[in-house]
């Protein structure tokens, strides 16, 4: 059984993850919503003090992965093959962003993935996300 | 082109990242970061998150070098970025470099290539769109 709020101190405090500061908020059936603070080293100019669209890609990666064993009620390794991220206006200055991502659907090597990114308004996204992860070695459990 | 003529070609987040610039082809920036903890996903491999960052950055990079060489500032933002993970990067240097594939008056569409020991066998490669806002006076 995965459970993303518990696993989130293991999956989150190290490597690229920790150094972005994830952190988990919130998760249903097949999704999980991460947060992402705003903190001045991941500023992507000098003009507009908000969060550079890298870190918001790898926010969306991370729970889109967090959201495929979510679905799939255990841990499975997974990698991304595609993701596409459309980013729809710049995060407000100093803001905090929240990613949101649903596995729609999983076959016996592959998972699918959308999700949002916002500052706020679920309804007023930063950015949307759609992805397609491929199972390594043992499949998800399919519905 | 002399090291003071060029213009600043990382972010605050891409400097914090540890991405560095480690040399110019034909004035286009080869960008570089190397294996430290900041990258990393799965244990000893890149996270895809860190892997795209180096290859957005790369293309903002290979922009403003162009823009600049034409004497034109503009603000650079992101439309989108497709990404396509080819192999897993191992957590040793990985290297960025993007081909501006159009450059607009709007808009850029730029392309980049991720790789490691093996320029031939990338780790990923990505398909950016960028809107490009021109100083009011140019």
Known sequence: MFDPAAASPFLLSGGHPGWLGLAYRDHGPDWVELALPWREELMGDDVRRVIASGPIFSMLDMAGGMAIWTRAQRFVPVATLDMRVDYQRPAGERADVIGRCECYRTTRSAAFVRGIAHDGDPDDPVATMAAVYMTIGGAPKND | ?138
Not at chain 2, 72 to 94: G, R
Not at chain 2, 101 to 117: I, Y
């Open chain 2, 1 to 138: 082109m002399t090291e003071e003529a060029r213009p600043d070609l990382l972010s605050h987040y891409a400097r914090s990242l540890g991405i560095e610039v480690s040399g110019f082809e034909d004035n286009v920036p080869v960008l570089c970061v190397s294996g430290i903890d900041a990258i990393e996903g799965r244990p000893g491999h890149f996270h895809g998150g860190a892997t795209s960052g180096l290859m957005e950055t790369a293309a903002y990079a290979a922009l403003r070098m162009a823009l600049s060489e034409r004497g034109e500032e503009a603000q650079l933002k992101p439309i989108n970025i497709t990404v396509q993970f080819l192999a897993a990067a191992k957590k040793a240097p990985l290297f960025a470099k993007a081909r501006i594939t159009k450059l607009g008056r709007r808009s850029a569409n730029v392309t980049v290539e991720a790789w490691q020991e093996d320029r031939e066998r990338p780790r990923a490669s990505a398909v950016m769109n960028v809107m490009i806002q021109r100083d009011a006076r140019a």
